[in-house]
Antibody, heavy 122, light 110 residues
């Protein structure tokens, strides 16, 4: 079954770090990029960036540089999102998505994880 | 604020046709293909339309996409209660050098 399975909800204090996982199954993991998308409470979807699953090279969107780290473990077909020095504003649901299409012009997110709720609160 | 403008809400009665707009600029919608996603809270977003007007297999032909210049639209015909969800457009923005989503439109089926 082709799917992306994300890790469960997280509750952390400000200043801590956490790591969200996104495990792919049913397809060759290194064939397609993995993008990350955030939805803050009451807000819309926001693109965070992506990781090249072949090379491991990450690209971060504006606003997601510094504290956010994308990584891979291709041996277990899993992508990770690490958030360091957590802030209350990081609260939200984080989604991973498989992207088809390497050009900036023509692409699509055809497969999504169900999301991981991250709550940052003291 | 997103660079892609969608109406915050839309509504229709069962059987009706509704259209959701996505207005952008020459650096995004005008130059790149548009995707549309359906999102119900607590679930994974679902791809409805890609490459402006292509439907993935399994998406009913009640859903259609179009684009003219710097504006794209999603049309839903034969509205059904299960269509009640949030809808997002997305594309690449050359000025931001990244992918962008519209602010989302909450569709209510009356």
């Amino acid at each position: 079954q082709v799917q992306l399975v994300q890790s469960g909800s997280e509750l952390e204090k400000p200043g801590a770090s956490l790591k969200v996982s996104c495990k792919a199954s049913g397809y060759t993991f290194t064939t397609y990029a993995i993008d990350w998308v955030r939805q803050a409470p009451g807000q819309g979807l926001e693109w965070m960036g992506w990781i090249n699953t072949g090379s491991g090279n990450p690209t971060y969107a504006q606003g997601f540089t510094g504290r956010f780290v994308f990584s891979l473990d291709t041996s277990v077909s899993t992508a990770y999102l690490q958030i360091n020095n957590l802030k209350a504003d990081d609260t939200g649901v984080y989604y991973c998505a498989r992207r088809i299409g390497v050009s900036s012009r023509d692409w699509r997110f055809d497969l999504w994880g169900r999301g991981t709720l991250v709550t940052v609160s003291s | 604020q997103s660079v892609l403008t969608q109406p915050p809400s839309a509504s229709g009665t069962p059987g009706q046709r509704v259209t959701i707009s996505c207005s952008g600029s020459s650096s995004n919608v005008g130059a790149n293909t548009v995707n549309w996603f359906q999102h119900l809270p607590g679930t994974a977003p679902k791809l409805l339309i890609y490459y402006d007007n292509q439907r993935p297999s399994g998406v009913p032909d009640r859903f259609s996409g179009s684009k003219s210049g710097t504006s794209a639209s999603l049309a839903i015909s034969g509205l059904q209660s299960e269509d009640e969800a949030d809808y997002y457009c997305a594309t690449w923005d050359a000025s931001l050098n990244g992918r962008v989503f519209g602010g989302g439109t909450k569709l209510t089926v009356l």
